[in-house]
């Protein structure tokens, strides 16, 4: 099952579960469609996997299946990571 990280890994940017902005890759690294489509340019920094738009957990699924509350983040932000 997906953990439906809260953030972007380079800013920082919220990320809710329905929200259509999140980006992963195959190990879930999740970036905002800024980050993703801009300095990364749809690569992941972390595995040089293709970033996707993240899948949205059905609201009624999240109270049984909640999302991550644990906040992954790149010291330097996606400059470095790119």
């Known amino acids: 099952m ?10 920082d940017k919220d990320l809710f579960p329905e ?22 340019a749809g690569k992941c920094p972390n595995c040089g996997g ?10 009624a699924k999240l109270a049984k299946f909640p999302a991550s509350t644990e906040r992954v983040l790149k010291p330097h932000g996606c400059k470095e990571a790119a």
């Open 2 to 11: 997906l953990q439906l990280r809260p953030n972007c890994e380079c800013c």
């Open 19 to 40: 929200s259509a902005d999140a980006r992963i890759c195959s190990f879930e690294c999740t970036f905002c469609a800024s980050c993703a489509e801009g300095v990364l």
């Open 50 to 59: 293709e970033l996707v738009a993240r899948p949205r957990r059905p609201a």
